[in-house]
C-alpha cells in the first residue's frame, strides 16, 4: 500500500486539519488595545471577525481605558502609564507579542505558520496595540516578540481591524479553507 495515494491525501488533510483545530482550541488569544473603538463600522466589523473566530479558537479583543487627562501627560509619562496599565492584564506565562512597528513582518501564510509555532509551545498569547506613542521600556522587555502589519502608518483602531482579520485568515490557512487565495 502506498502511504500517500491519491485517495489517501484527503484523508491525511483532513487528520492534520483535524489536529491543528485541536491545538488551536486550547489557546486561549487576546489583542489587548488601549482605548476603545470609536467608529461604529469598524466595531462592527470587528464583531463579524470576532465571531468567526470562535469556530476556531478562544480570542478575546481586551480594551484597557484611555488615560484620563493625558493631555496633561507629557509622552514617556503617558508611554509608562499606559505600560503599567498593559503589564497589569498580561501574565507570566503568557507569550507577549507587541504590534510595533520595528517588527517583523510575515505574508498571510508566513503567519500563519508563526501562530502554528506558538501553538506548540502551549502557552497563551497575548497581542498588544500600544497607545498613539508606542510602547514604554517596560512593555518591550517584559514582549516575547514583535509584529509589523506594514511599513505603512495605520490609524489604531484600523490596525485592529487588520490584526483580527489576519488571525482569522491564518486559521483559515491552517485548516485548508477557502478563504485565502494565493
Partial sequence: MRIFAAENIHLYEKMFSAFVTSEISKMKTTLLVVGKTTDK???????????????????????????RNAKNLSQEQQKSEEGRLILSQVQVSDFVVLLDEHGIEYRSVEFADYLQ??????????????????????????????????KMTFSHQMVRLFFVEQIYRAMTILRGEPYHHE
Fill in 41 to 67: 463600522n469598524i466595531q462592527t466589523l470587528l464583531d463579524d471577525y470576532q465571531s468567526r473566530l470562535t469556530h476556531y479558537l478562544q480570542f478575546k479583543l481586551q480594551v484597557i481605558p484611555e488615560l
Fill in 117 to 150: 509555532r506558538m501553538m506548540s509551545v502551549g502557552r497563551n498569547v497575548v497581542f498588544v496595540v500600544g497607545g498613539p506613542y508606542g510602547f514604554s521600556k517596560a512593555v518591550y522587555d517584559r514582549s516575547d516578540g514583535k509584529l509589523s502589519l506594514s
